[in-house]
């Protein structure tokens, strides 16, 4: 209509104030590792339009999962100029609307899995995954630096059943080499779904013309998407539920439990409780036999820093689990066991030591490698023995930080006379996911980069 008209990106250029809105919904649950994912439209389409997807992954999550749609793009189509202000933009709206994890996933829909996929290509490290929905992408899985999720219908009329093909015989390939491959670069189609099922409400003319007609409706096919989304996202976050699962059970103190039991957990069942505040203060661990069946029940209390501080320089893991366990002596003494006991176990640090100890099992070998040759390592010291649950109530896992090492010290109380079946045994435990963080971030900073952190300004 008017000539002079400015071509787009004259426009963006010129206009260096617009910005692209961020719409945040919050998570329906409060239990959880808490995370968020990121969308980023097709082209024509809305940002809005995503949230009933976004809705449906919400409800069927047992993560404490944020979303952010992201919205307003110049002409309604994501591009490489505003895609990063866009997510600064989220991340900014996120941690304003209470959102403390790092755990971030972006998705894009259609044109915007494509830019997403060179957004997150050279800007892995603000992401733990990437999720394409009816997008193919045109790099190989197994080198792209984050996990990947491929996501699409089998009724995709944009979509050429082709590329899924390709896309599946490469991820074949690569999983007779390394199996993990399924989990970490799924390639995934969902029966029934079409191209425009990703999002909702009208769909621009080159969706309508070239879509498939769905076997199913919208609603259903959102209840088949967001299962698939979620497991996807969840085990990404798999040790978290160490420190406290949807259960409000701790994997972690079932662990260290076993571990002092020293039983193996065939013949004892191991179970743990989480509690806050008074309650756990004033609960103990049990053992109860029923019909022969030892069951043993740990109480756990999660601590977390107050992370009041910088966000981004603050680590997610809690500072610490506090645990209340029973002796050894007392679950031998339950069992009625006619061989002699092992030797008890001697100290909380043997449990941090088996922390840390999976937390290496369990980060990659690049992980390992880097915090071997180059990181400032976690030195296990002796624990501070207490004499009363209110004095080991009243400590807290210590971090101490030198230029040359962490050292992290436990506080233990446990009752004399070990001969009953109420003795027990307290400890401060430090979390898997805790060692994991200091083996992946914080242990290839300076100590006095750390210093600035909470990680190393508790416990001191
Ligand atoms: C998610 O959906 C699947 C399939 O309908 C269902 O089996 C699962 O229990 C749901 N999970 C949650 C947490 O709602
Ligand atoms: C141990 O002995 C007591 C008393 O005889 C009995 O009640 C209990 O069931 C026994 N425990 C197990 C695990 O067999
Ligand atoms: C840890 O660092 C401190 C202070 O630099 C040093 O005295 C100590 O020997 C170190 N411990 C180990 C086990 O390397």
Redesign the pocket.
């Known amino acids: 209509m008017h000539g002079c008209r400015a071509s787009p990106v004259v426009v963006l250029l010129l206009s260096p104030t617009r910005a692209v809105h961020v719409e945040v919904l919050r998570p329906v649950t409060d239990t959880g590792p808490e995370a968020a994912l990121l969308i980023v439209p097709g082209a024509f389409i809305s940002g809005q339009a995503y949230r009933p997807l976004g809705e449906a992954i919400q409800?069927?999550?047992?993560l404490r999962l944020w979303v952010a749609l992201l919205e307003d793009f110049l002409m309604n189509l994501a591009n490489p100029l505003e895609i990063g202000g866009a997510v600064d933009k989220a991340l900014t709206e996120l941690s304003a609307s209470g959102m403390t994890s790092d755990s971030v996933f972006i998705a894009g829909h259609s044109l915007g899995g494509g830019i997403v996929s060179e957004y997150a290509k050279s800007h892995a490290q603000r992401f733990k995954g990437v999720l394409f929905f009816g997008h193919f992408p045109d790099f190989r899985l197994d080198q792209f630096p984050l996990p990947v999720m491929t996501l699409s219908g089998d009724l995709d009329g944009l979509v050429r059943l082709t590329h899924v093909m390709d896309k599946f015989q490469e991820l074949s390939k690569t999983m007779a080499a390394d199996a993990d491959a399924l989990y970490r670069t799924p390639v995934l189609l969902v029966k029934g779904v079409n191209h425009g099922h990703f999002a909702s409400g009208d769909m621009p003319s080159t969706v309508r013309q070239n879509d498939l007609t769905a076997d199913v409706t919208e609603v259903t096919a959102h209840?088949l998407i967001?299962?698939v989304v979620?497991s996807f996202l969840a085990p990404l976050l798999e040790t978290r539920a160490d420190d406290m699962n949807p259960e409000m059970t701790s994997d972690w103190s079932i662990r260290a439990q076993t571990l002092v039991a020293g039983v193996d957990d065939r013949s004892v069942k191991v179970d743990d409780h989480v509690m806050s505040g008074d309650d756990f203060t004033n609960s103990q661990p049990t053992i109860v036999t029923s019909s022969r069946l030892v069951t043993v029940s740990a109480v756990t209390q999660v601590v977390y820093d107050n992370n009041f501080l910088s966000q981004s320089t603050a680590p997610v893991s809690p500072h610490e689990l506090q645990v209340k366990m029973v002796s050894r002596s007392a679950v031998w003494h339950a069992l009625n066991a006619s061989e002699p006991m092992p030797l008890p176990l001697q100290s909380c640090k043997e449990l941090n030591q088996a922390s840390l100890n999976e937390a290496l099992s369990r980060a990659s070998d690049a992980a390992v490698h880097r915090y071997t040759s180059r990181g400032i390592p976690i030195i296990l010291h002796s624990d501070h023995v207490t004499t009363t649950t209110s004095g080991w109530e009243a400590t807290k896992l210590e971090f101490s930080l030198s230029s040359a090492n962490v050292t992290v010290t436990s506080s233990v109380y446990r009752t004399s006379g070990e001969t009953t079946t109420s003795s027990v045994v307290f400890c401060k435990l430090l979390s898997p996911f805790r060692a994991m963080e200091w083996i992946y971030v914080d242990s290839l900073r300076s100590a006095r980069e750390n210093r600035g952190s909470l990680f190393a300004a508790v416990g001191k």
């Open positions: 409800a069927n999550c047992t209840a967001a299962p979620n």
